[in-house]
């Protein structure tokens, strides 16, 4: 049976002054070397400041300092060009508890700034879920009755992205090419990220944890909370991801995060097209007919700036010697089994 050495391990845990508010333009917080496995705590999206119906969000949050990020780190040996795999060890919440609200004018079923109509803002309602790690739930209580509901405790993170392209920064609240605010489930422990590198040492940054959230994001806020996460990191050296691609025991995929959300839908779609036409040895107009029976398509969000939907292929469709993405996951996955095992 192969054996894998237990991984070194490093541990950062941001300070307030230390929250990154962009993906871009922001000096590295620590450095990590490919194989190393970095622990992190990351704060929720409003910053801890919404604990109780009283924290409005109006009356408690400032923008733009919302969603903070923990990061960026600095990867050694990554360089524009190659490709930064980041696979998820383990995602645990930190606290107890998780908040969901109602922002004004943002959601995905309220009057916007992108789609205003004559109606004013829903009102601002705050829901605080206890949360049960041993029996892996979350526990819904409306506010204008006494239903109650436990719903799973599914963990991810919402943001997790790489210096953008062009010497931009980009907020923290948006999604794009370089990953961002894409608010996936599919950010989850066992999934590898791939996101390509534009600056040197990739500079990637995490946060906006997520206990529990909907396809889609429904209301722009789901059950947010401060998390514990480790992870690992490589770097597919000479190889660009145009757009970010997740992969997991079962799934590769592909995000697209753009308005409209057909477009987001369209670059998803055509970007694993091309993933399984170069991979497998397909014709592009045989990877698009095998995707359109096969593949799904959930969509992440569609509240941000950009709205991002994920196309998920399942692996076993796939030859069954195809190595993707030069086995980055296997590899990030073993160093993981490692470090829990220890």
């Not at 599914?154 to 990953?179: I, K, Q, S």
């Not at 592909?254 to 991979?279: K, N, Y």
Request: glycine residues 8%; contains cysteine.
């Amino acid at each position: 049976m192969e054996t894998v050495d237990k991984p070194t391990v490093q541990t950062f845990i941001p300070t307030p002054d230390q929250y990154a508010w962009t993906f871009g333009h922001v000096p590295p917080v620590a450095h990590v070397r490919p194989g190393e496995l970095l622990h992190v705590w990351t704060e929720d999206a409003f910053c801890g400041r919404i604990a109780g119906p009283e924290d409005l969000p109006s009356r408690v949050l400032t923008y733009p300092f919302l969603n903070p990020q923990t990061g960026p780190f600095y990867v050694e040996g990554a360089e524009p060009g190659d490709t930064l795999a980041i696979h998820f060890v383990d995602i645990e919440p930190a606290r107890d508890w998780g908040v969901s609200t109602t922002v004004p004018l943002f959601g995905a079923l309220t009057s916007t700034k992108f789609s205003p109509t004559l109606q004013g803002p829903l009102p601002e309602r705050v829901w605080i879920y206890q949360v049960d790690r041993h029996r892996r739930v979350v526990i819904y209580q409306a506010l204008d009755s006494d239903y109650s509901v436990e719903l799973p405790l599914t963990p991810f993170h919402g943001t997790v992205g790489v210096a953008p392209a062009a010497g931009e920064a980009r907020n923290v609240l948006v999604p794009e090419a370089f990953g961002g605010n894409m608010d996936s489930p599919e950010a989850k422990a066992g999934s590898t990220i791939y996101l390509g590198v534009n600056v040197e040492g990739a500079l990637f940054s995490i946060g906006d944890g997520h206990y529990s959230q909907s396809e889609g994001e429904v209301c722009g806020v789901a059950v947010e909370g401060s998390m514990h996460t480790t992870l690992a990191v490589d770097v597919i050296k000479g190889f660009y991801c145009d757009w970010p691609r997740f992969e997991d025991e079962d799934f590769i995929m592909t995000a697209g995060s753009f308005r409209p959300l057909e477009d987001a839908f369209r670059i998803a779609h055509t970007q694993l097209v091309h993933w399984l036409a170069a991979d497998v040895g397909l014709s592009v107009l045989d990877a698009y007919q095998l995707v359109s029976q096969a593949a799904r398509s959930p969509i992440a969000n569609v509240v941000d700036t950009n709205y991002t939907v994920l196309a998920k292929f399942p692996k076993r469709y796939l030859p069954s010697d195809l190595v993707v993405m030069g086995g980055a996951h296997e590899r990030l996955r073993k160093l993981g089994a490692a470090h829990l095992a220890s």
